[in-house]
């Protein structure tokens, strides 16, 4: 199996320059911080196994491994390489702080640089990258600008800048990042964006405005999953057989269990679950789960159903089956008798079985019917019942499948009418 996972480092300027802004603007410190929060939100509810580390500079302190002396100072590695989690998403929201201090953009591109490839040289992944959140205001030293693109293309990094838009001189390029600046740029900041656009050209960078990263960013991804086919044979009566294959085409995604628990304060304190069972009297008197067994009420009195009256009643199929019962008009099957979280496709398994299911798919669609299923995944479990549908398409034809309820499972609930206050009764002069 290939591997998707990415690697990446945010790299966060917080100097004294990012906590400015015109009237009635957020601030370029809080708009990167609302980016970084979206690009962890992504990446958490999708599940993915990306990994992620933070960078800040401009902070007060230093803490990185390049630091000597002078070198590499107010450059801060908050968090290592690893998975996106809630302490790391709390942090960026509320433990970030802006400073009145600069430092140098190039340098801290060189820790960041420095932290991914340490970090990933036992590690395989798809993509590295390193994303650069910053106006580059700062001061910044370009004698080691060729080695810095030597060493991200040789490392096989991506490098992403989100900021100002990026103007160009008067050499008829387009700009990188064509978006209006909030305001009037410094001669430090020009002069950083010119060095910048040198260094995006030399590693095939690229850059965003804020004001073209939030919105991409916005929409959560899809939790990437593996499709797993289902081969089977279409059964309409006792000799005609379909070879067919469903896959998974929606599915209700549920959130991972482990955020169903809750935290304690203390990270070194754990969890543990315990489930008691106790009897409905006054002492309330604890019982073992081995005494007890399921009941269904008739009247006032329990009927015991154990598991072993369960299994006795229930049938259980010989194999996997997916056998057409009957066909009937669209207009019977209700939408609320729809069941389950999920919809299957169903195409052909060859190109000789795609004219056959072909056929039955055009039949169901001109005669506006549906076919009524009987299904079994495999073998030893209860059948289920379910309808297929056509789905016709310029380049694809499919049928779509869901589950039914059977009638046992259907309750038919009357309520009374509602009572109407006869004051809030339109008259006839107000009425439309």
């Not at 085409?249 to 489930?275: F, L």
């Not at 069972?277 to 604890?286: C, M, P, R, S």
């Not at 380049?395 to 869901?402: G, Q």
Request: hydrophobic share 40%.
């Amino acid at each position: 199996m290939a591997v998707t996972k990415e690697a990446v480092v945010f790299c966060l300027d917080v100097g004294s320059s990012m906590n400015h802004s015109l009237a009635d603007q957020v601030t370029p410190l809080e708009t990167s911080l609302n980016a970084i929060k979206m690009i962890l939100q992504r990446k958490m509810f999708a599940e993915l196994k990306d990994e992620v580390a933070l960078v800040l500079f401009g902070t007060p302190g230093t803490a990185n491994p390049l630091a000597d002396g002078d070198q590499y100072e107010n450059i801060t590695v908050a968090r290592m390489l690893g998975l996106p989690d809630w302490p790391l998403l709390k942090y960026v929201q509320k433990e970030i702080l802006p400073s009145n201090l600069s430092a140098d953009w190039l340098d801290a591109l060189i820790v960041s640089m420095d932290l991914l490839v340490n970090s990933t040289k036992d590690k395989k992944f798809a993509t590295k990258r390193v994303i650069m959140f910053s106006d580059l205001s700062s001061e910044v030293s370009d004698d080691q600008l060729d080695e810095i693109s030597n060493g991200i293309k040789s490392a096989e990094v991506e490098l992403n800048v989100i900021g100002p838009s990026i103007v160009t001189g008067n050499d008829g390029e387009e700009p990188a990042c064509n978006v209006a600046p909030a305001q009037k740029k410094t001669l430090q900041q020009l002069n950083g964006e010119k060095l910048m656009k040198k260094l995006l050209a030399n590693v095939n960078g690229e850059c965003y405005s804020f004001s073209q990263a939030l919105p991409a960013l916005s929409f959560f991804q899809t939790r990437m999953v593996r499709p797993s086919p289902w081969k089977v044979d279409l059964e309409i009566g006792a000799t005609c057989k379909i070879p067919v294959v469903g896959f998974l085409k929606v599915k209700e995604c549920k959130p991972k269990k482990s955020w169903q628990i809750s935290y304690v304060r203390n990270p070194d304190d754990k969890i543990e679950r315990t489930c008691t069972h106790h009897l409905n009297d006054d002492a309330q008197t604890e019982i073992e789960k081995d005494d007890t067994v399921k009941g269904h009420r008739y009247g006032t009195t329990v009927v015991p159903f154990s598991k072993i009256d369960k299994d006795l009643l229930s049938y259980k199929a010989k194999g996997k089956c997916f056998q057409i019962l009957c066909f009937t008009k669209s207009c019977n099957v209700h939408r609320y008798y729809y069941l389950g979280d999920s919809v299957h496709s169903f195409v052909a398994q060859s190109e000789y079985s795609a004219v056959a299911l072909s056929a039955l798919i055009h039949a169901l669609h001109e005669t506006d019917m549906v076919a009524i299923v009987r299904y079994a995944y495999r073998g030893g479990i209860a059948p289920k019942m379910g309808f297929l549908s056509p789905h016709i398409k310029v380049d694809r034809e499919e049928l779509l499948f869901s589950f039914l309820p059977f009638m046992e499972d259907i309750r038919r609930f009357t309520f009374p009418p509602l009572n109407v206050n006869k004051k809030h009764i339109p008259s006839g002069n107000n009425g439309l």
